[in-house]
């Protein structure tokens, strides 16, 4: 059942943004649009309101609003519908919510309006060398709404009772499996809760200047439990410290070599 997003959340054509954009189906653009057709910056301006409600929706105009024309669009999944364009003219719309199947449509402004479930189905259609297959930026992306966190194994260690994974599954992330000749990556996903970003507000030492500074808004970027670079200690692992947390660091598991297997990471740990 689609959300009334107007109802539930006072959107107006005004108040939609790229991103909350991403929030609303079909219906609600067409009855936003219609609530608005008598407000004056939308009659004079409608390209921008055209242009955000694109950033998230196939829109075509279309000329030839037949009966067999409008069923031909609505069968490949599009809301046909009339719209007000400035003063008067109207117009009909063949509108459809863009898809998001691939790591390339995802974007700063829709990660936070998909699931985890939906974020794993998306990285399972794309992935082939595992997490670190992915552009920096595409990882940025993801990392700005959801907990990712990722581990690698022998196929018969990543069940383990008691073992990341289960804690991982109990946590309420998703996962999607990747396997790598003997060896499988597991990526862990979670959606990031929503936090408000530490504000300061601070006056005008002099009280000549202007008084509208008085309320100006900083973002202050918290940096103090953030360790340095040079704080970070590695030192040579031995067999007790081997675990589902840091076998991946210890092997270079860039090939899918069938005769990788765990042994091999003992002899690794004992030289």
Known sequence: MEKNEEKDNGLTLKTLTKSNVWDIQE????RLWESAEKDADVQENPRHYQTI???????????????????????????????????????????????????????YENIRHISAAKLVEVLDRNFGGGWDSLSQSIKDII??????????????????????????????????????????EAIFAKLKPETEKPRIKYASMNDDEDPGNEDEDVEIED????????????????????????YSTMMDLSGDDEDITADSLEDYADE
């Open 53 to 107: 409600i694109r950033s998230a929706f196939l829109i075509e105009d279309i000329k030839d609003d037949s009966k067999a024309i409008k069923a031909k669009y609505e069968k490949m999944g599009y809301k046909v519908a009339q719209v007000t364009i400035g003063e008067n003219m109207k117009v009909t719309w063949a509108l459809k919510k863009k898809p998001i199947v691939r790591v390339t449509d995802l974007t």
């Open 27 to 30: 219906n609600d653009v067409f």
């Open 143 to 184: 990392e700005s709404g959801f907990d990712i966190s990722t581990t690698t194994l022998p196929k018969d260690r990543l069940h383990k009772k008691g073992g990341m994974y289960e804690k991982k599954m109990a946590d309420g992330y998703e996962v999607l499996e990747v396997e790598k000749g003997t060896w499988v």
């Open 223 to 246: 940096n103090y439990n953030k360790p340095d670079e040079d704080d970070v200690e590695i030192g040579e692992p031995d067999d007790d410290d081997i675990n589902e947390e840091n």
